[in-house]
Protein backbone atom coordinates (compact mmCIF):
# COMPACT_ATOMS: atom_id res chain seq x y z
CA UNK A 1 0.00 0.00 0.00
CA UNK A 2 1.16 3.24 -0.67
CA UNK A 3 1.76 5.60 2.37
CA UNK A 4 -1.35 7.48 2.40
CA UNK A 5 -4.84 5.55 2.51
CA UNK A 6 -6.30 6.36 -1.00
CA UNK A 7 -10.00 6.47 -0.64
CA UNK A 8 -13.33 6.73 -2.87
CA UNK A 9 -16.31 7.99 -1.23
CA UNK A 10 -19.59 5.77 -2.37
CA UNK A 11 -22.81 8.32 -2.40
CA UNK A 12 -22.09 11.97 -3.26
CA UNK A 13 -24.89 13.63 -1.14
CA UNK A 14 -25.01 15.76 1.77
CA UNK A 15 -22.71 13.54 4.69
CA UNK A 16 -20.08 12.75 1.54
CA UNK A 17 -19.52 16.66 1.33
CA UNK A 18 -18.54 16.39 5.33
CA UNK A 19 -16.28 13.10 4.46
CA UNK A 20 -14.37 14.75 1.60
CA UNK A 21 -13.53 17.80 3.54
CA UNK A 22 -12.73 16.21 6.74
CA UNK A 23 -10.30 14.03 4.90
CA UNK A 24 -8.65 16.67 2.42
CA UNK A 25 -7.75 18.12 5.98
CA UNK A 26 -6.02 14.37 7.08
CA UNK A 27 -2.29 14.03 6.26
CA UNK A 28 -2.80 9.66 6.00
CA UNK A 29 -5.57 9.95 3.48
CA UNK A 30 -6.08 10.65 -0.05
CA UNK A 31 -9.39 11.14 -1.96
CA UNK A 32 -8.85 9.61 -5.25
CA UNK A 33 -13.00 8.75 -6.55
CA UNK A 34 -16.06 9.06 -5.73
CA UNK A 35 -19.40 6.34 -7.20
CA UNK A 36 -22.29 8.47 -7.07
CA UNK A 37 -25.48 7.39 -9.55
CA UNK A 38 -27.08 10.82 -10.06
CA UNK A 39 -25.02 11.93 -13.07
CA UNK A 40 -25.17 16.16 -12.64
CA UNK A 41 -24.20 15.32 -8.77
CA UNK A 42 -21.29 12.94 -9.36
CA UNK A 43 -19.77 15.42 -11.47
CA UNK A 44 -20.32 18.15 -9.35
CA UNK A 45 -18.76 16.17 -6.52
CA UNK A 46 -15.95 14.71 -8.76
CA UNK A 47 -14.89 18.87 -9.41
CA UNK A 48 -15.90 19.86 -6.19
CA UNK A 49 -12.60 17.57 -4.68
CA UNK A 50 -10.96 17.45 -7.92
CA UNK A 51 -11.88 13.47 -7.95
CA UNK A 52 -12.40 10.61 -10.24
CA UNK A 53 -16.03 9.90 -10.84
CA UNK A 54 -16.46 6.33 -11.28
CA UNK A 55 -19.48 4.79 -13.45
CA UNK A 56 -20.30 1.91 -11.49
CA UNK A 57 -19.36 0.68 -7.91
CA UNK A 58 -18.06 -2.09 -10.12
CA UNK A 59 -15.27 -0.67 -11.75
CA UNK A 60 -14.60 1.57 -8.66
CA UNK A 61 -13.96 -1.97 -6.51
CA UNK A 62 -12.11 -3.24 -8.88
CA UNK A 63 -9.71 -0.10 -9.33
CA UNK A 64 -5.90 -0.86 -7.54
CA UNK A 65 -5.63 2.31 -6.98
CA UNK A 66 -8.15 2.59 -4.12
CA UNK A 67 -7.21 1.25 -0.55
CA UNK A 68 -10.58 1.72 1.06
CA UNK A 69 -14.08 3.14 0.50
CA UNK A 70 -16.41 5.49 2.77
CA UNK A 71 -19.60 4.46 2.35
CA UNK A 72 -22.60 7.44 2.55
CA UNK A 73 -25.40 6.07 0.99
CA UNK A 74 -28.76 5.36 2.11
CA UNK A 75 -29.14 3.62 5.28
CA UNK A 76 -30.73 0.44 3.29
CA UNK A 77 -27.34 0.09 0.94
CA UNK A 78 -24.81 0.07 3.72
CA UNK A 79 -24.06 -3.24 4.90
CA UNK A 80 -24.32 -4.88 0.90
CA UNK A 81 -21.97 -2.08 -0.37
CA UNK A 82 -19.63 -2.74 2.73
CA UNK A 83 -19.69 -6.60 2.14
CA UNK A 84 -19.34 -6.27 -1.67
CA UNK A 85 -16.39 -4.10 -0.78
CA UNK A 86 -14.42 -6.40 1.54
CA UNK A 87 -14.91 -9.28 -0.87
CA UNK A 88 -12.99 -6.87 -3.37
CA UNK A 89 -10.40 -6.17 -0.21
CA UNK A 90 -10.78 -2.94 0.95
CA UNK A 91 -11.24 -1.25 3.67
CA UNK A 92 -14.86 -0.01 4.93
CA UNK A 93 -15.94 3.59 6.93
CA UNK A 94 -19.30 3.36 6.91
CA UNK A 95 -21.96 6.26 7.86
CA UNK A 96 -24.15 5.05 10.76
CA UNK A 97 -26.36 2.69 11.19
CA UNK A 98 -24.24 -0.06 9.75
CA UNK A 99 -27.15 -2.25 8.99
CA UNK A 100 -30.76 -2.04 9.09
CA UNK A 101 -30.81 -6.03 10.05
CA UNK A 102 -28.98 -7.42 13.20
CA UNK A 103 -27.59 -10.66 10.51
CA UNK A 104 -26.29 -8.04 7.50
CA UNK A 105 -23.94 -6.48 10.78
CA UNK A 106 -23.12 -9.66 12.18
CA UNK A 107 -22.00 -10.75 8.41
CA UNK A 108 -19.99 -7.46 8.49
CA UNK A 109 -18.21 -8.79 11.75
CA UNK A 110 -17.52 -11.79 10.81
CA UNK A 111 -15.89 -10.90 6.97
CA UNK A 112 -14.33 -8.01 8.73
CA UNK A 113 -12.74 -11.05 11.27
CA UNK A 114 -11.97 -13.29 8.10
CA UNK A 115 -10.18 -10.78 6.22
CA UNK A 116 -8.23 -8.84 8.70
CA UNK A 117 -9.63 -5.51 6.86
CA UNK A 118 -10.55 -2.86 8.99
CA UNK A 119 -14.11 -1.53 9.40
CA UNK A 120 -15.00 2.37 10.95
CA UNK A 121 -18.54 2.98 12.14
CA UNK A 122 -19.42 7.25 11.95
CA UNK A 123 -20.27 7.39 15.56
CA UNK A 124 -19.31 10.87 15.71
CA UNK A 125 -20.55 12.56 18.69
CA UNK A 126 -19.10 10.63 21.42
CA UNK A 127 -15.52 11.88 20.54
CA UNK A 128 -17.04 15.56 21.84
CA UNK A 129 -14.66 16.79 24.63
CA UNK A 130 -17.76 16.78 27.04
CA UNK A 131 -18.58 12.91 26.28
CA UNK A 132 -15.01 11.97 26.69
CA UNK A 133 -14.64 13.71 30.13
CA UNK A 134 -18.14 12.22 31.56
CA UNK A 135 -16.71 8.98 30.69
CA UNK A 136 -13.42 9.47 32.17
CA UNK A 137 -15.35 10.48 35.10
CA UNK A 138 -17.59 7.17 35.10
CA UNK A 139 -14.46 5.25 34.87
CA UNK A 140 -12.98 7.68 37.58
CA UNK A 141 -15.59 6.04 39.84
CA UNK A 142 -16.56 9.86 40.19
CA UNK A 143 -20.58 9.38 39.98
CA UNK A 144 -20.50 6.42 42.95
CA UNK A 145 -23.28 4.03 42.20
CA UNK A 146 -24.63 5.38 38.61
CA UNK A 147 -28.52 4.57 39.14
CA UNK A 148 -29.90 6.04 35.98
CA UNK A 149 -29.28 7.57 32.43
CA UNK A 150 -32.01 9.63 30.46
CA UNK A 151 -31.39 11.08 27.21
CA UNK A 152 -34.12 12.50 24.87
CA UNK A 153 -33.34 13.62 21.32
CA UNK A 154 -36.57 15.53 20.51
CA UNK A 155 -35.25 16.86 17.22
CA UNK A 156 -37.41 18.55 14.42
CA UNK A 157 -37.47 17.50 10.52
CA UNK A 158 -39.48 19.40 8.16
CA UNK A 159 -41.74 17.46 5.42
CA UNK A 160 -39.44 18.84 3.14
CA UNK A 161 -36.57 17.15 4.67
CA UNK A 162 -38.63 13.75 4.22
CA UNK A 163 -40.03 14.89 0.73
CA UNK A 164 -36.97 15.86 -0.34
CA UNK A 165 -35.82 12.16 -0.57
CA UNK A 166 -36.92 8.69 -1.73
CA UNK A 167 -35.55 6.88 1.24
CA UNK A 168 -36.11 8.98 4.53
CA UNK A 169 -38.37 7.69 6.17
CA UNK A 170 -38.72 4.33 4.80
CA UNK A 171 -38.87 1.04 6.34
CA UNK A 172 -36.28 -0.62 3.23
CA UNK A 173 -33.53 2.14 2.97
CA UNK A 174 -33.77 4.00 6.35
CA UNK A 175 -34.33 1.12 8.06
CA UNK A 176 -36.63 3.14 10.81
CA UNK A 177 -37.42 7.38 11.29
CA UNK A 178 -36.61 9.24 14.73
CA UNK A 179 -34.99 6.55 16.04
CA UNK A 180 -32.38 4.32 13.53
CA UNK A 181 -31.85 7.99 11.69
CA UNK A 182 -31.41 10.58 14.11
CA UNK A 183 -31.80 8.73 17.55
CA UNK A 184 -28.69 6.44 16.94
CA UNK A 185 -26.55 8.96 18.15
CA UNK A 186 -28.28 9.26 21.48
CA UNK A 187 -28.21 5.43 21.54
CA UNK A 188 -24.26 5.06 20.98
CA UNK A 189 -24.00 7.79 23.40
CA UNK A 190 -25.47 5.82 25.91
CA UNK A 191 -24.19 2.56 25.56
CA UNK A 192 -20.50 3.84 25.45
CA UNK A 193 -21.09 5.71 28.47
CA UNK A 194 -23.63 3.06 30.22
CA UNK A 195 -22.41 -0.22 29.01
CA UNK A 196 -24.09 -3.03 27.82
CA UNK A 197 -28.01 -2.85 27.70
CA UNK A 198 -29.85 -5.90 29.42
CA UNK A 199 -33.61 -5.26 28.18
CA UNK A 200 -35.38 -2.53 26.78
CA UNK A 201 -39.60 -1.78 26.71
CA UNK A 202 -40.58 0.65 24.13
CA UNK A 203 -43.60 2.38 22.37
CA UNK A 204 -43.42 4.18 18.91
CA UNK A 205 -45.81 5.67 16.90
CA UNK A 206 -45.99 8.03 13.38
CA UNK A 207 -47.77 11.37 14.79
CA UNK A 208 -47.34 13.88 12.23
CA UNK A 209 -44.63 13.07 9.78
CA UNK A 210 -45.99 11.45 6.17
CA UNK A 211 -43.81 8.61 6.84
CA UNK A 212 -43.96 4.90 6.93
CA UNK A 213 -41.56 4.96 9.82
CA UNK A 214 -41.87 5.96 13.68
CA UNK A 215 -41.66 9.99 14.19
CA UNK A 216 -41.50 9.73 17.80
CA UNK A 217 -40.29 6.55 19.95
CA UNK A 218 -39.86 6.12 23.66
CA UNK A 219 -37.61 3.39 25.47
CA UNK A 220 -37.34 1.99 29.21
CA UNK A 221 -34.11 0.22 29.59
CA UNK A 222 -31.99 -1.96 31.94
CA UNK A 223 -28.03 -1.57 31.95
CA UNK A 224 -26.09 -4.66 32.65
CA UNK A 225 -24.42 -2.30 35.66
CA UNK A 226 -27.66 -2.15 36.94
CA UNK A 227 -29.14 1.33 36.38
CA UNK A 228 -32.24 2.44 34.94
CA UNK A 229 -32.54 4.56 31.58
CA UNK A 230 -35.07 5.78 29.18
CA UNK A 231 -34.35 7.46 26.21
CA UNK A 232 -36.44 9.44 23.60
CA UNK A 233 -36.15 10.10 19.80
CA UNK A 234 -38.80 11.94 18.15
CA UNK A 235 -38.55 14.05 14.87
CA UNK A 236 -41.38 15.98 15.21
CA UNK A 237 -41.51 18.80 17.90
CA UNK A 238 -40.99 22.11 16.87
CA UNK A 239 -38.59 23.75 16.90
CA UNK A 240 -36.59 20.92 18.40
CA UNK A 241 -34.46 20.77 21.16
CA UNK A 242 -30.79 19.82 22.35
CA UNK A 243 -29.92 16.47 22.95
CA UNK A 244 -30.75 16.11 26.52
CA UNK A 245 -28.60 13.79 28.71
CA UNK A 246 -28.84 13.13 32.42
CA UNK A 247 -26.57 10.64 34.42
CA UNK A 248 -26.90 9.99 37.80
CA UNK A 249 -25.31 8.37 40.31
CA UNK A 250 -25.47 8.46 44.49
CA UNK A 251 -22.67 9.94 44.88
CA UNK A 252 -22.81 12.74 41.78
CA UNK A 253 -24.56 14.09 38.61
CA UNK A 254 -24.38 15.51 35.46
CA UNK A 255 -26.79 17.31 32.66
CA UNK A 256 -25.70 17.73 29.43
CA UNK A 257 -27.11 19.48 26.73
CA UNK A 258 -25.97 18.24 23.39
CA UNK A 259 -22.13 18.18 23.71
CA UNK A 260 -22.02 21.05 26.24
CA UNK A 261 -22.08 19.91 30.18
CA UNK A 262 -24.84 22.35 32.08
CA UNK A 263 -24.63 20.88 35.54
CA UNK A 264 -22.15 19.42 36.75
CA UNK A 265 -22.59 17.94 40.36
CA UNK A 266 -19.51 15.48 40.39
CA UNK A 267 -16.72 16.05 43.53
CA UNK A 268 -14.04 16.53 40.85
CA UNK A 269 -13.50 19.80 39.08
CA UNK A 270 -14.49 21.15 35.54
CA UNK A 271 -13.24 24.03 33.79
CA UNK A 272 -16.51 25.55 32.13
CA UNK A 273 -13.99 27.50 29.44
CA UNK A 274 -12.95 24.16 27.84
CA UNK A 275 -16.53 24.33 26.14
CA UNK A 276 -17.37 25.86 22.77
CA UNK A 277 -19.52 29.04 23.04
CA UNK A 278 -21.59 28.03 20.19
CA UNK A 279 -21.68 24.17 19.79
CA UNK A 280 -23.44 23.04 16.54
CA UNK A 281 -26.29 21.11 17.11
CA UNK A 282 -28.81 19.27 14.37
CA UNK A 283 -32.06 19.70 16.27
CA UNK A 284 -33.73 21.09 13.61
CA UNK A 285 -30.94 21.09 10.61
CA UNK A 286 -29.07 17.93 9.71
CA UNK A 287 -26.55 19.85 8.22
CA UNK A 288 -25.66 21.63 11.43
CA UNK A 289 -23.12 19.83 12.49
CA UNK A 290 -19.42 20.02 13.19
CA UNK A 291 -16.64 18.25 10.03
CA UNK A 292 -14.31 18.01 13.29
CA UNK A 293 -15.55 14.24 14.89
CA UNK A 294 -15.99 13.00 11.50
CA UNK A 295 -12.01 13.71 11.11
CA UNK A 296 -11.17 12.25 14.45
CA UNK A 297 -12.91 9.08 13.20
CA UNK A 298 -11.58 9.19 9.87
CA UNK A 299 -7.79 9.86 11.47
CA UNK A 300 -7.93 6.88 13.64
CA UNK A 301 -9.74 4.68 10.70
CA UNK A 302 -6.44 5.52 8.55
CA UNK A 303 -4.21 4.99 11.38
CA UNK A 304 -5.70 1.75 11.84
CA UNK A 305 -5.28 0.66 8.18
CA UNK A 306 -1.52 2.02 8.25
CA UNK A 307 -0.68 0.24 11.50
CA UNK A 308 -2.95 -2.52 11.51
CA UNK A 309 -4.66 -1.77 14.67
CA UNK A 310 -8.47 -1.81 15.50
CA UNK A 311 -10.84 1.18 15.05
CA UNK A 312 -11.72 2.74 17.59
CA UNK A 313 -15.89 2.37 16.71
CA UNK A 314 -14.94 -1.20 14.25
CA UNK A 315 -17.87 -3.64 13.30
CA UNK A 316 -18.48 -5.38 16.92
CA UNK A 317 -18.73 -1.54 18.64
CA UNK A 318 -20.81 0.11 15.78
CA UNK A 319 -23.24 -3.11 15.46
CA UNK A 320 -24.18 -2.70 19.15
CA UNK A 321 -26.60 0.54 18.56
CA UNK A 322 -28.23 -1.23 15.90
CA UNK A 323 -29.03 -4.37 18.13
CA UNK A 324 -30.62 -2.34 21.04
CA UNK A 325 -32.33 0.12 18.39
CA UNK A 326 -34.03 -3.65 16.75
CA UNK A 327 -34.74 -4.80 20.12
CA UNK A 328 -36.92 -1.53 20.62
CA UNK A 329 -38.54 -1.58 17.39
CA UNK A 330 -39.28 -5.17 18.75
CA UNK A 331 -40.24 -4.40 21.86
CA UNK A 332 -42.85 -1.27 20.59
CA UNK A 333 -44.37 -3.52 18.12
CA UNK A 334 -44.76 -6.75 20.24
CA UNK A 335 -45.29 -4.44 23.53
CA UNK A 336 -43.10 -7.22 24.97
CA UNK A 337 -39.86 -6.58 27.08
CA UNK A 338 -36.74 -7.90 24.88
CA UNK A 339 -33.62 -9.04 25.61
CA UNK A 340 -30.64 -7.35 23.62
N1 LIG B 1 -23.13 10.92 11.00
C1 LIG B 1 -24.06 11.82 10.81
O1 LIG B 1 -24.22 12.76 11.59
C2 LIG B 1 -24.94 11.73 9.60
C3 LIG B 1 -25.66 12.87 9.17
C4 LIG B 1 -26.45 12.73 8.03
C5 LIG B 1 -26.55 11.51 7.37
N2 LIG B 1 -25.87 10.44 7.86
C6 LIG B 1 -25.99 9.12 7.19
O2 LIG B 1 -25.39 9.22 5.91
C7 LIG B 1 -26.11 8.45 4.96
C8 LIG B 1 -26.48 9.35 3.78
O3 LIG B 1 -27.27 10.42 4.23
P1 LIG B 1 -27.35 11.80 3.40
O4 LIG B 1 -28.12 12.74 4.27
O5 LIG B 1 -26.02 12.19 2.91
O6 LIG B 1 -28.28 11.35 2.20
P2 LIG B 1 -28.38 11.98 0.74
O7 LIG B 1 -29.69 11.51 0.21
O8 LIG B 1 -28.09 13.43 0.78
O9 LIG B 1 -27.18 11.27 -0.05
C9 LIG B 1 -27.18 9.92 -0.42
C10 LIG B 1 -26.53 9.83 -1.79
O10 LIG B 1 -26.36 8.46 -2.14
C11 LIG B 1 -26.62 8.33 -3.53
N3 LIG B 1 -26.97 6.94 -3.87
C12 LIG B 1 -28.19 6.35 -3.93
N4 LIG B 1 -28.07 5.06 -4.32
C13 LIG B 1 -26.73 4.82 -4.45
C14 LIG B 1 -25.98 3.69 -4.83
N5 LIG B 1 -26.58 2.52 -5.12
N6 LIG B 1 -24.64 3.80 -4.88
C15 LIG B 1 -24.02 4.97 -4.59
N7 LIG B 1 -24.69 6.09 -4.25
C16 LIG B 1 -26.04 6.02 -4.17
C17 LIG B 1 -27.77 9.30 -3.78
O11 LIG B 1 -27.88 9.62 -5.16
C18 LIG B 1 -27.37 10.47 -2.90
O12 LIG B 1 -26.59 11.41 -3.61
C19 LIG B 1 -27.30 7.88 5.70
O13 LIG B 1 -27.07 6.55 6.04
C20 LIG B 1 -27.43 8.72 6.96
O14 LIG B 1 -27.92 7.97 8.06
C21 LIG B 1 -25.07 10.53 8.94
Not at 48 to 60: C, G, M, R, V
Not at 98 to 116: F, H, K, N, W, Y
Not at 170 to 191: E, F
Not at 207 to 222: G, H, S
Amino acid sequence: MSKKVRFAIIGGGMIADFHARAMAEISDIELVGVYEPAAKQAEKFSEKFSIQAFESYDKLLESENIDAVSICTPSGLHASQAILAMQHGKHVVMEKPMAITSEDARMIVDLSRQTGLKVCVISQFRFSPAIQRVKQEIEKGSFGKVVTASLAMNYYRTEEYYNSSDWKGTWAMDGGGALMNQGIHGVDILQYLMGRVSWVMASMDTMTRPIETEDMVVAIMKFQNGALGTLQASTTCWPGYQRRTEICGDKGSIVLEEDRILKWDLPTAYEESNQAEKALHATSDPKNISMENHKVQLEDMARAILLDKTPIVDAVEGKKSVDIILSIYKSARTGQKVDV
